[in-house]
């Protein structure tokens, strides 16, 4: 499974999707995320909260385990799937791990962009909306 910015936001704030997600979570083996997720939740946090409460924030997020930053450089996956597709390039991000780890691309809301493109040609890993759950 593969957590978009939006999940780790929701996460974050406890809210009622991410009251479902975290249940979600709950039935992984594992839970990935990209950097640029991270860095998406951390200008969030540091926009409400702050710098320090946001640093705090992400530190124990990731010293948590419960969500792995996924290490290796996602360049030419995702890079060929915004070539390929009209989405954002963080979503491209997540969907191109979901493809590398064959797991499912978590995102809290349905996006637009992701349906019209999932109509357009199916993507290749299942996508799941926490506001669904």
Do not use: Q
């Amino acid at each position: 499974m593969v957590l978009d910015a939006s999940t780790l936001i929701e996460l974050a704030y406890a809210t009622p999707t991410g009251e479902k997600i975290k249940n979600l979570l709950g039935d992984a083996d594992e839970a990935f995320t990209t950097e640029l997720a991270l860095t998406e939740l951390y200008y969030i946090l540091c926009r409400t909260l702050g710098a320090r409460l946001a640093d705090e924030k992400l530190n124990d997020l990731i010293s948590s385990n419960y969500v792995i930053p996924y290490g290796e450089p996602l360049i030419s996956e995702a890079g060929k799937i915004k070539c390929e597709r009209k989405m954002s390039l963080a979503d491209c991000h997540v969907i191109a791990l979901a493809m590398k780890i064959n797991g499912s691309a978590v995102f809290a809301r349905r996006e637009k962009e992701l349906d019209r493109e999932n109509k357009r040609r199916v993507f290749e890993v299942e996508l799941v909306f926490g506001e669904e759950l």
